[in-house]
């Protein structure tokens, strides 16, 4: 006679609905997990896919996700030329807010080398890489863009040639990836009015200082602001290359920084995302606080109403094994139904997260023993009072 | 033949001034078959006694033989009481007490699963004693919806479910209107008779103890009998 299923059966009711309780407690635990791992997982997908031996970035510059990083275009033949290295490709990076399929949506433009350089999309889920040097895009699955489609950048329209789904900038954002003239217009195209006024000021400028009108006028195309800058160089080096002797070179010769892609990680990790992922391991470690303690009172509370039954099976005769085993089962039954029930909600509901949710085998395992853990404590509770509960009180006074 | 003998029985709560001798050198002797009703005001020691005697309290002074085994002898046992009080002893309380998330047929095959007893055996154990209470047709129903004589009947087919020697019952007619009360001790007789069960009944009702073979009086923790 199994005394704890039978008392579960009898108050179905409510051992379901305590349960499906408990489980949005774990199943919120578990998300919790995934938005930690997600935030890390996305904060570092894009170094991870691009994946060059060394980044160079401007000099004392933790770019160029952490921090701004600009670098002249050309910078890139000059680290070419560095002993050891095998390619040396131009990458730009930034974020924008643009109007897709008439909705304004935030994402990030990647610009490379579309002809063998580094820094393309390392995996397509549909279509092809780009092929042309204008014009054509890769994107991101989450924009929701098809294939052949157009969108408007600046002053053109680029037609979506691939679809991607492992790459998000570090913000979580879908990416398009562009050729890099394209990407470097549409960061810095401005609109007709702008470049009117900018060159308006200019010329104010130069007449005041003594240049004539003419050549002023000369002079204002040569003034106008750069267009042709980056933010990194991606670096694959030569086959038996010293990655840190050439690291080396860069930086003392070129005056440049260079980090390998596991110190962009670090960067990151440390810089940009540690805030984040400290707050998260906070809430994250206070969640699973909260649900031992509800698990716990919710044990206690069900083990302190058959607490009459208890007395009364012990003036019986009853061994502790049994009473033991009546709190335990129930514990057990209980905790693991309900991380059931918690691991299925956030497996359904996951995709309907606005941003990555990353649940690895390894938080669910380490949540579930830890819930596992609390239930065994829970039921000690329990027990303890249970083993403690006198016979007599199945009695009446007299 | 004795089924529980009492000698010079003493339970002492507290020491020095805190000091409470509950029950007093009580010595009572109960045969196989005996109906003994244990009457007296509240705070007189019945509970204490009937916790002495049910092998939950350990006496402080004195002897308990019961069914032949000297069980305590001063304070001390070589037994494993917990063991004896599922195989030789039956409780009837003064409310029901069934467990209540078992069925009233559950309820009266929990004390043979406790002993190891499980199967068909113990399924007609249990279908025979129901009869013999006159619920089987309510065996399968949970206590809270049986009528109160219907659940002090069930507690009563749960007592009887090892073939105890020795039924304690706590006030079983407390909850029950004079009719009903007085066919549970009608059944209580039945029982010890056609079972050679001794039956300690504690009681306020004098109504109620028509026929017993023994009544004892306690008071202030002694005890007084009247045969």
Redesign the interface.
Known sequence: MDLAVKDLKRHLGRFLTTVIGVGLLFGTVLAMNGVFRGVVFEGISLIEATNPDLWVVERFRGGPFSEQSTLAEDFHYTVAAVPGVAQASPFIVYPVERDIRGKSTRFTIIGYDVFGGLGGPSKLTAGRGIERAHYEAVAHKKLGLSLGEKIPLGLHFYTVVGLTDNITSPDGEPVVFLSLPDAQEVLFQRDNETVRNQRERLRRSLTRNAVTSREADRLISELQSETHTINAVLVKLAPGADRLKVARHIEDWLYFSVYTSQEEINLMLRGRLAKARMQLLTFRIILLIVSMVILTLVIYTFTMEKIRSIAIMKLMGATNWMVIRLVLEQSLLLTLSSFIIGWLIIHNTQDFFPRKIFLTPLDESVTFGLALLGGLVASGLGIWQALKTQPAMALGGH | MEALKITGLSKVFGSGRLEVRALEDISLSIAAGDLVALM?P???G??TL??CV?L??EPTAGTVIFDGDTIYRDGWTGFDV??????K?G?I???S?L????TAR?NV???Q??VGM?GEMAENRAEELLEYMEVADRADY?PALLSGGEQQRVSIARALANRPKLILA??PT?SLDTIRGKKVMELLKKIARENQTAVIT?THDARMIEGFDSIYHLKDGRLNSEP
Do not use: H
Request: charged letters at 25%; a positive charge.
């Open positions: 007296g509240s705070g007189s019945k509970t009937l916790l049910s939950i309290l917990r063991r004896l009080r599922r195989e002893v409780f309380f003064q409310t007490n467990i209540p998330f078992l559950e095959l929990l004390p699963y406790m499980k949970l706590d006030e407390a504690v």
